[in-house]
């Protein structure tokens, strides 16, 4: 059964920077589309970054120019690296993986059948 398995969130300083993991088992890591989401109390889960198995990227506009995705493939692990956080990056993050590789980097919750748990990142101000 597919696995997905994320990690790095923590409490960081306005400005600061976090890097957060997620790693993939079940199938071929590059058989997946991938993408990282998050959901702050009382709103809507968004998609943050996403990235087709091909290495398309999509980026939300609140993250470009701070956030980073990238996939290591000999490690079936996917990052996130954020730089410049600011208080309302605090949210609950989600990786998410699907099999849908003709879907490329499209970027919403509903295109994702496999999901993390989540890891809390908090940024204070």
């Known amino acids: 059964q597919l696995q997905v398995v994320e990690s790095g969130g923590g409490l960081v300083e306005a400005g600061g920077s976090l890097r957060l993991s997620c790693t993939v088992s079940?199938?071929?890591?590059?058989?997946?589309?991938m993408g990282w989401f998050r959901q702050a109390p009382g709103k809507e889960r968004e998609g943050v970054s996403c990235?087709?198995?091909?290495?398309?990227?999509y980026y939300a506009d609140s993250v470009k120019g701070r956030f980073s995705i990238s996939r290591d493939y000999a490690k079936s692990t996917l990052y996130l690296q954020m730089n410049t956080l600011k208080a309302e990056d605090t949210a609950m993050y989600y990786c998410?993986?699907?099999?849908?590789?003709?879907?490329?980097?499209?970027?919403?919750?509903?295109?994702?059948?496999?999901w993390g748990r989540g890891t809390q990142v908090t940024v204070s101000s």
């Open positions: 998410a993986a699907d099999r849908r590789v003709f879907l490329g980097a499209v970027c919403n919750s509903n295109s994702f059948d496999y």
């Open positions: 079940g199938l071929p890591f590059e058989n997946y589309r």
């Open positions: 990235i087709s198995g091909g290495g398309n990227t």
